[in-house]
């Protein structure tokens, strides 16, 4: 048993005496490092120092912050080192402590005092410093990133002059790009290089740029139009805005740089066309039980129970005042227009003849069923449901009871194996006879159908229980593309 622990203590005292060694290097190696660096810091300081001796002292402020740059960098490398330092020196000292305990533990000759000795230098070697210290210098002597050379600046010294105010920009109208309710405005600047290379008008440090909406391209100067939307800190040739509504005929666009001294003229105007499909609800056709306010519509049961079916003997829980809403006040619409019975219904304010148009719904909280389609205004009677008459085309949406999505018309359902989305996305190609519904989030085509409109499309909504929002003001967005090519869905059926 004492041999074996001699054994293994005498592998104990080499590891312990190569440590030792290789200690004595380590600090060998952060004492060359702090002379070195002491070296550089002296050299890198001597050039600024002759590099500043050859600038005005305009710069002698700037020359200081150079000087605090190096002196931190030095400091912080020396306290680093110096840190290191000394905790190899402790590691050293506790290493060669250790190393006579293991010689001397060699000499004793009672097996129980020499079992338990060996036990503790083992305990001990396991918590050695030198065991865990690196050894290598955790800074290094070289300051070269600290060198400097101001030719350059010395040279743009002599060509000093007054700053001339920017020419104004040229907007190049082949590069700007409208897509997905974004504009990209592209330009370039104005002006002829002189013989130095340097633009005439001066290095140009940013821009900025201005836009409104307006519904015509001409007299873009008139007095009256909306205010202009500034986006400023421009470093780029280029911006792009995003956000927009596109609810008017175009996007009026101006430019102009900026340099230190000042800002420039702007740029001439450019319009750029933003058409998309802009509708809002049609409180008038809107179900007594329906509350219309702006882009929403939020279900509001009359009384406690309601007359719907689903709801007899069922309490209430999110029964609510009995004043009626202002949508709801009597002689403010005319109540033959409305939908009405179980034909939870509003219809949109514009309707579709032509092109190509989408639009976007989103469920609120807590809903439980809704319809989102197109139709024949005509065909729809007050008791009418989406879907199903022939002049009718939707998707409806239901989480009562249990989850559910179909696609219906002329009073055929396809129900869809699709989880329900949160962000639906409806495109209408009335002259192609498509309408597509889209799952927006996940990029999926839910449903297709294909016929041949005869008559104008409107808008088409059915909600119950909840509510839904719409977003209009859209262009067909570019991911379409995919679908139309591919024309894969979940359901793609001719009706």
Same mark, same amino acid.
């Given at each position: 048993?004492?041999?074996?622990?001699k %054994?293994a203590?005498?592998?104990?005292?080499?590891t312990?005496?190569?440590? =030792?060694?290789?200690?004595q290097?380590?600090?060998?190696?952060?004492d060359?490092?702090?002379?070195?660096?002491q070296?550089e810091?002296?050299?890198v300081?001597?050039?600024?120092e002759?590099?500043? %001796?050859?600038?005005?002292?305009a710069?002698e402020?700037?020359?200081?912050?150079?000087?605090?740059?190096?002196?931190?960098? &030095?400091?912080?490398?020396?306290?680093?080192?110096?840190?290191?330092?000394? *905790?190899?020196?402790?590691?050293?000292?506790?290493?060669e402590?250790?190393?006579e305990?293991?010689?001397q533990?060699?000499?004793i000759?009672? %097996?129980? *005092?020499?079992?338990?000795?060996?036990?503790?230098?083992k *305990?001990?070697?396991?918590?050695?410093?030198?065991?865990?210290?690196?050894?290598?210098?955790?800074?290094? %002597?070289n300051? /070269?990133?600290?060198t400097?050379?101001?030719?350059?600046?010395?040279?743009?010294?002599?060509?000093?002059h007054?700053? @001339?105010?920017?020419?104004?920009?040229?907007i190049?109208?082949s590069?700007?790009?409208? #897509?997905?309710?974004t504009?990209t405005?592209?330009?370039?600047?104005?002006?002829e290089?002189?013989s130095?290379g340097?633009?005439?008008?001066? #290095?140009?440090?940013?821009y900025?740029?201005e836009?409104?909406k307006?519904? +015509?391209?001409?007299?873009?100067?008139?007095?009256?139009?909306?205010?202009?939307?500034?986006i400023?800190?421009?470093?780029?040739?280029?911006?792009t805005?995003s956000?927009? &509504?596109?609810d008017?005929?175009?996007?009026?666009? #101006?430019? +102009?740089?900026?340099?230190?001294?000042?800002?420039?003229?702007? /740029?001439? @105007?450019v319009?750029?066309?933003? #058409?998309?499909?802009?509708?809002?609800?049609?409180?008038?056709?809107?179900?007594?039980?329906? &509350?219309?306010?702006?882009?929403?519509?939020?279900?509001e049961?009359?009384?406690? &129970?309601?007359?719907? @079916?689903?709801?007899?003997g069922?309490?209430?829980k999110?029964?609510?005042?009995?004043?009626?809403?202002?949508?709801?006040?009597?002689?403010s619409r005319?109540?033959?227009?409305?939908?009405?019975?179980e034909?939870?219904?509003?219809?949109?304010?514009?309707?579709?003849?032509?092109?190509?148009?989408?639009? *976007?719904?989103r469920?609120?909280?807590?809903?439980?069923?809704?319809?989102?389609?197109?139709?024949?205004r005509?065909?729809?009677? +007050?008791?009418?449901?989406?879907?199903?008459?022939?002049?009718?085309w939707?998707?409806?949406?239901?989480?009562?009871?249990?989850?559910?999505?179909?696609?219906?018309?002329?009073n055929?359902?396809?129900?869809l194996?699709?989880?329900?989305?949160?962000?639906?996305g409806?495109?209408?190609?009335?002259?192609?006879?498509?309408?597509?519904?889209?799952d927006?989030?996940?990029?999926?085509?839910?449903?297709s159908?294909k016929t041949?409109?005869?008559? @104008?499309?409107?808008?088409?909504?059915t909600?119950?229980?909840?509510?839904?929002?719409?977003?209009?003001?859209?262009?067909?967005p570019?991911?379409?593309? =995919?679908f139309?090519?591919?024309?894969?869905?979940?359901?793609n059926?001719?009706q």
């Open positions: 048993m004492m041999d074996t622990q %054994e203590l005498c592998r104990i005292i080499s312990l005496a190569n440590k =030792n060694e290789e200690l290097t380590f600090l060998e190696a952060v060359n490092t702090l002379t070195g660096l070296e810091s002296c050299k300081m001597s050039e600024l002759a590099e500043l %001796e050859q600038l005005s002292s710069l402020e700037k020359g200081a912050e150079l000087r605090d740059v190096i002196k931190e960098a &030095k400091q912080r490398k020396e306290a680093e080192l110096h840190k290191q330092m000394s *905790e190899g020196k402790s590691a050293l000292l506790s290493c402590e250790l190393l305990f293991a010689n533990t060699l000499t000759t009672n %097996e129980e *005092e020499f079992l338990k000795a060996a036990k503790q230098i *305990e001990r070697v396991t918590m050695a410093p030198a065991f865990r210290l690196t050894t290598r210098p955790v800074a290094s %002597e300051m /070269s990133q600290f400097v050379d101001f030719s350059s600046e010395r040279a743009g010294l002599q060509r000093l007054f700053l @001339p105010v920017p020419r104004a920009p040229e190049d109208v590069s700007c790009v409208v #897509r997905d309710n504009v405005v592209a330009w370039q600047p104005a002006g290089a002189d130095d340097e633009r005439v008008g001066g #290095r140009i440090e940013r900025e740029l836009y409104r307006t519904n +015509r391209d001409s007299s873009l100067r008139a007095a009256g139009e909306a205010c202009w939307e500034k400023h800190d421009i470093r780029e040739t280029h911006v805005i956000g927009l &509504k596109f008017s005929g175009f996007v009026v666009v #101006r430019v +102009r740089a900026r340099n230190k001294a000042a800002a420039g003229e702007f /740029s001439e @105007p319009a750029m066309e933003t #058409r998309a499909y802009n509708f809002g609800f049609d409180a008038v056709t809107a179900h007594a039980e329906l &509350k219309v306010q702006g882009d929403s519509v939020t279900w049961p009359q009384g406690v &129970k309601g007359h719907d @079916p689903r709801l007899r069922k309490e209430n999110s029964s609510r005042s009995a004043t009626p809403s202002p949508n709801k006040t009597a002689g005319s109540g033959r227009d409305r939908f009405a019975g034909s939870y219904t509003v219809l949109g304010d514009q309707e579709m003849a032509g092109s190509c148009h989408y639009w *976007e719904l469920p609120l909280t807590d809903w439980k069923s809704f319809s989102v389609g197109v139709a024949y005509a065909s729809l009677g +007050r008791f009418d449901q989406l879907g199903k008459s022939a002049g009718s939707c998707l409806h949406a239901s989480q009562w009871l249990q989850s559910s999505l179909a696609a219906k018309h002329n055929k359902a396809k129900a194996d699709w989880p329900l989305p949160q962000r639906i409806i495109y209408c190609d009335y002259d192609n006879g498509d309408l597509s519904f889209i927006v989030d996940r990029h999926r085509l839910l449903h159908f041949k409109f005869s008559q @104008p499309l409107i808008p088409a909504f909600v119950w229980c909840g509510g839904i929002t719409i977003t209009t003001g859209l262009q067909v570019s991911f379409m593309g =995919n139309l090519s591919t024309n894969q869905s979940l359901s059926l001719s």
